[in-house]
């Protein structure tokens, strides 16, 4: 334990942020880390507190409490209050293959599980993380490590998301030869065009996957394994096989006008800004136009606030965001308590943007398109929304949303983008393989597996357990390594 009372003699504080408006002038990363003095007091306030909720990532009530990964969070966090940065590094690597991408992406389930949290403020745990392994970059500690032996198994990992690349790094530590394929044209998968920049700085990712190369990794990009290159190719040439494609099968919105000019999902919008500003600063005007157009997104998670955020950047007029539940309290209820994940109201730097620019909330809650309005070019030009109630549906018993008769409201609407989540797997994949699906469309295992029906293919991420955090990903992409390590040579390490 480090500083006894450490949690009472330093007030919880975090690194600046930039304002709105001066934030949304570009595509950058907008918080300003702590010194590493002001790092080091912050990390004095974890109380060791006997039995860490913050690294259990046990499930309560359906909902994870805690870090999935079990980051050893109390030992790192003493050791950056000790000035030790570098054990501190060497302890957060136990755990987490990219905590560079954690650091700035995950929601910080440990927060909402801190002890401090209970009746006061949460240790900054995801900053300390951020210091931690930035300060292995400045220093030189995070650097490229090459297995000594090979076992001369060879690994083939179908997408380079954060479960792929966690397989993969895993697997390649061990000995192993692997390759990861990509069908897009950067590694990364969703975290290189599925979160905009100013959530993750693309140099980030990039500067990680050159030290995998360095280590082995085989990274092939271009190419949409099922459609340029066969299964059966791959299942020949490499002892095993992990799908790690995720879950990118949209759900759409199946309303009259539906197929007006100017209706998009919300990953592909989001793709094609972040492609366009890689490739050419956005002068190359390749993705949707939203300077001086209404926008309205549908879906209130954090796929719809980086829609509002990225919009808002690209001049948009005004933007809306539908939300079809209703609006979670902005305190904990009584039913909800600690160390539960806390079911409340957040407002993210989206919808901060939002505010400050057009001076209200976007958000609209209990509400959905009932018709999309198209002008005489069947171009977008007008939404029709409608009130929605929690009503018991009298055939099921089910509490369901339900129209409210009378609510319609037109709105405005040039744009509008579908950020309704994902319905799971995309069939042309599973096929090639000939997986079996469970009732969600997911690649279906036994539970707590990865062994997928086919013979020596494995699955893990998205396209496993269906729509989740880049923090989950992670394990799922460790725990199916361990388990692709144990096919392969009859124990592991991992």
Sequence with gaps: MGKPTGFMDYERKTGAVLAPKDRIKDFHEFHTPLTREEQQK?????????????????????????CPLHNLIPEWNDLVYSGNWEQAYSRLMKTNNFPEFTSRVCPALCEAACTCGHYGEAVTTKENEYGIIEYAYETGLAKAHPPKVRTGKRVAV??????????????????HHVTVYERDDRIGGLLMYGIPNMKLEKSVIDRKIEIMKDEGVEFVTGVNVGKDVKASKLLKEYDRVILACGAKNPRDLNAPGRDAKGIYFAVDYLSEVTKSLLDSDLTNKKYVPTKGKHVVVIGGGDTGNDCV????????????????????????????????????????YGQEEAIAVFGHDPRIYQTTVKEFLKDKNGSLNGIITVRLENKRDEKTGRMVMSEVAGSEKKLPADIVLIAAGFLGSEKYVTDAFGVSLDQRTNVKTKDGKYQTSAQNVFVCGDLHRGQSLVVWAIREGREAAAEVDLSLMGYTPI
């Design 309 to 348: 955020g990225t919009s808002i950047r690209l001049g948009a007029a005004s933007v809306t965001q539908l939300e079809m539940m209703p609006k979670a309290p902005d305190k904990r209820r009584a039913d909800n308590p600690w160390p539960e994940w806390p079911k409340v109201c957040k407002t993210d």
């Design 42 to 66: 912050q990390g004095a306030r974890c109380m060791e507190c006997g039995v860490p909720f913050c690294q259990a990532g046990m499930m309560i009530e359906g909902m994870a409490s805690g």
């Design 158 to 175: 179908v997408g380079s998301g954060p479960s792929g690349l966690a397989a993969a790094d895993q697997l390649n530590k061990r000995g």
